[in-house]
C-alpha cells in the first residue's frame, strides 16, 4: 500500500460517505469477523453501513462453555458436561480438555453470528501474549475474560486480568512478595499491555516510563495470589484472592513520568490505583489505539496516520473511559478506513485464511455430526492452524504473534515458502472428498453451495460471485481467463450453461452431480492459491 494515497482532510474519522456496495461490505465483513457468507454480505447491502455496523457490535453473551465430548474415565464429568469448572480427579490420559477448548474455540468462530466478538477475542490473545498456562481451567477463564470485557471499558479489562489466575501464573504475579518484589507483570503491564516503552532516554528512562515504576509497580502488585488449584484433585476453586501478608504497605512512589505520584497502602484495591494512573497517560491511549489499527485497518502507520487518526483515537479513548467498542465502530464507519488503499493491503492469519476457506462454504452443519466428531473436526483445524504459526493460547513471546509488532515485516511474517505451501494443502485437503478426522469423512457441501448463488450456470456470473467472497480485489482479465478454464475445461461457455440445465433438470442425476462438483473443486481450489487469497 502506498501511504501517499491516503486522503486525510477534515475530522479523522469523519464518518462514511461514499458507496455503499457489494465491495465496501464484504471489505468490512471480512475486517470484523472470520468468512463472511455470500448472503452476509448481500444482507449487509441491503441493511446500509450504518446498520451493519451496530449488528457487528450488538451484545453478545459469552459462548457455552467447551464440555468434556469423548473422555469417558472421569465418573465426576460425564461426556457432554463442561470441564472448566471441575477438578482433575482421574488421570485425563487422552488430554481431552486442551482439545475441547481449541475445538470450541474454532467452533466460536464458526458460527453464524455477525459481529465482531471473535476478531476482537483473538486480539486481546495476541495483546496479552499469554502462553504456556498449564492448567487448561484456568486458560478457559482468561478466554471468557476476553468475551465479557473484550468490546468494553479497557480499564475494566486490564483490572480484571491484572489478577486473573492464568496471568498470575503466566508473568509469576503469584509469587511477587513485599520481601522479593517480582517485577515480571509489572515490567510487561508498562512495556507491551499499556504505555508501552519509547526509545531510551536515559539510564533507566525508557521516554514513557523508568525502572523506578517498574520497581513500584511490583510492590503496588503484591499480594496477590492464586489457590492452590492447579491439576488440583479437590474442589479448590480457579481462582485468585488478595493475601494482605504478602502485600507491601509502605509508600510507593512514580516517577516524573506519573507526576511523581505516590501511593499509599490501600490494600487489595491498591492495584486498581495504579491501572487508574496508567490509563491517564496520553500515551497509553496512544499505544493501545496503534495496536487496533494495526490488527483492523493496516500495519504501517505514517506520521500523518499518527498525527491524525491516531490521535483522534487516542482522544477519544481519554475521553470516554477507553472504550474500545465505542472507538472502533467509529474507526470502521470512517472514510479513513474505506479507502481503497487498504483493500488486500494485509495478509490473513492462519484463523482468516482456514475459516475463510470453511466457512463461506457452509460449514459442516449438513453433515449433522455427533458432538464427538464435531469436537474432533474443530480440534483438528485448530491443529491445521498451529502448522500455519498460529498455536491458540502459545503465542511465541510475551508480545504476540510477529505479525502484529515486528516492523517492517508486520504480516509477511504470516508466510514463507513453506507456511504457504501448507496453506496450500489445507486448502486442497479440506475441499477435496476425503478430507476427515479419525477416519470420519468431512466433505464440504460443494453442490449445496453451488446451488445457492444466483445463476451458476452463467460461468461469468459465477465466477463475479466468487472473486467478490473470497477475493479483496478483482484479479487481471488474464487471472479471470484461468479461472473460467477451471470450469470450461477448454470447451466453449454454452456448454457450462448446458450441464448446469441438465443438473437442474436432474438434481439426483449421481454422474451429473460429480462432474459439476468437480469442476467447481477445481475452480475453488485455483481461488484459494492464488496469490490475492492471502489478502485481505
Known amino acids: 500500500m502506498n501511504s501517499d494515497s491516503l486522503k486525510l482532510v477534515g475530522d479523522p474519522l469523519e464518518p462514511y460517505s461514499g458507496s455503499w456496495g457489494e465491495s465496501e461490505a464484504a471489505y468490512l465483513l471480512r475486517r470484523a469477523m472470520y468468512g463472511p457468507k455470500l448472503s452476509e454480505i448481500h444482507e449487509a447491502v441491503r441493511d446500509g453501513l450504518s446498520a451493519t455496523i451496530d449488528r457487528l457490535f450488538e451484545p453478545m453473551p459469552v459462548p457455552a462453555p467447551p464440555i468434556n465430548y469423548v473422555f469417558t474415565g472421569d465418573p465426576t464429568i460425564p461426556v457432554g458436561t463442561t470441564w472448566v469448572d471441575k477438578p482433575y480427579r482421574v488421570q485425563d490420559d487422552e488430554n481431552y480438555r486442551i482439545q475441547s477448548l481449541n475445538a470450541w474455540y474454532i467452533h466460536n468462530k464458526l458460527s453464524d453470528t455477525v459481529n465482531i466478538q471473535e476478531k476482537l ?112 484433585d479437590n474442589d479448590t476453586p480457579v481462582d485468585s484472592y488478595f493475601d494482605s501478608s504478602y502485600h507491601d504497605e509502605g509508600e510507593k512512589i512514580m516517577s516524573y513520568h506519573f507526576g511523581n505520584r505516590v501511593i499509599s497502602n490501600q490494600g487489595e484495591e491498591e492495584y486498581r490505583v495504579l491501572i487508574s494512573l496508567i490509563l491517564e497517560q ?32 487516542a482522544n477519544r479513548l481519554l475521553s470516554n473511559g477507553y472504550n474500545i467498542g465505542t472507538v472502533l465502530k467509529e474507526l470502521l464507519g470512517s472514510q479513513h478506513f474505506f479507502d481503497l488503499s487498504f483493500r488486500g493491503a494485509m495478509i490473513k492469519n492462519p484463523y482468516e485464511f482456514v475459516l475463510g476457506v470453511v466457512r463461506p462454504l457452509g460449514g459442516y452443519d449438513h453433515l449433522n455430526l455427533t458432538t464427538n466428531i464435531h469436537y474432533q473436526m474443530g480440534s483438528q483445524l485448530s491443529n491445521l492452524i498451529s502448522t500455519m504459526n498460529m498455536s491458540f493460547l502459545f503465542s511465541p513471546t510475551v508480545s504476540g504473534w510477529r505479525a502484529y509488532y515486528d516492523s517492517p515485516g508486520y504480516t ?106 468437480r469442476r467447481v473443486r477445481r475452480l475453488l481450489q485455483a481461488i484459494f492459491n492464488m496469490a490475492e487469497f492471502q489478502l485481505q
Open 121 to 232: 477475542n483473538l486480539f486481546w490473545v495476541n495483546h496479552f501474549g499469554m502462553s504456556g498456562v498449564i492448567d487448561h481451567r484456568a486458560q478457559y477463564k482468561t478466554i471468557e475474560l476476553f468475551y465479557t470485557y473484550g468490546s468494553g471499558h479497557f480499564g475494566t479489562l486490564l483490572e480484571q486480568i491484572t489478577v486473573d489466575p492464568g496471568m498470575l501464573q503466566f508473568l509469576d504475579g503469584e509469587v511477587n512478595h513485599r520481601n522479593n518484589p517480582n517485577e515480571n507483570y509489572a515490567r510487561e503491564l508498562l512495556e507491551l499491555y499499556t504505555i508501552q516503552k519509547g526509545v531510551q532516554i536515559g539510564g533507566g528512562d525508557y521516554s514513557n516510563y523508568t525502572e523506578q515504576d517498574v520497581a513500584a509497580a511490583a510492590r503496588i502488585l503484591t499480594g496477590w495470589r492464586n489457590y492452590d488449584f492447579v491439576f488440583s
Open 282 to 313: 496520553e500515551e497509553t491511549a496512544y499505544a493501545i489505539s496503534r495496536e487496533l489499527y494495526r490488527y483492523f485497518v493496516y500495519s504501517e502507520i505514517p506520521e500523518e496516520v499518527e498525527q491524525t487518526v491516531i490521535a483522534c483515537m
Open 412 to 517: 509477511r511474517n504470516w508466510v514463507s515458502p513453506v507456511l504457504l505451501q501448507r496453506r496450500r494443502e489445507f486448502s486442497d485437503g479440506v475441499t477435496s472428498p476425503h478430507f476427515h478426522t479419525n477416519n470420519y469423512l468431512l466433505p464440504l457441501d460443494l453442490i449445496g453451495f453451488f446451488s445457492s448463488l444466483e445463476t451458476p450456470g452463467d460461468v461469468n456470473n459465477l465466477i463475479d460471485q466468487l472473486i467478490l467472497l473470497f477475493l479483496p480485489k478483482r484479479p487481471s482479465p488474464f487471472r479471470v481467463s484461468i479461472l473460467q478454464e477451471q470450469i470450461l475445461e477448454g470447451l466453449p461457455a454454452f456448454t457450462w450453461l448446458e450441464l448446469y440445465a441438465d443438473f437442474i433438470s436432474n438434481p439426483n442425476d449421481e454422474e451429473i452431480s460429480n462432474l459439476i462438483e
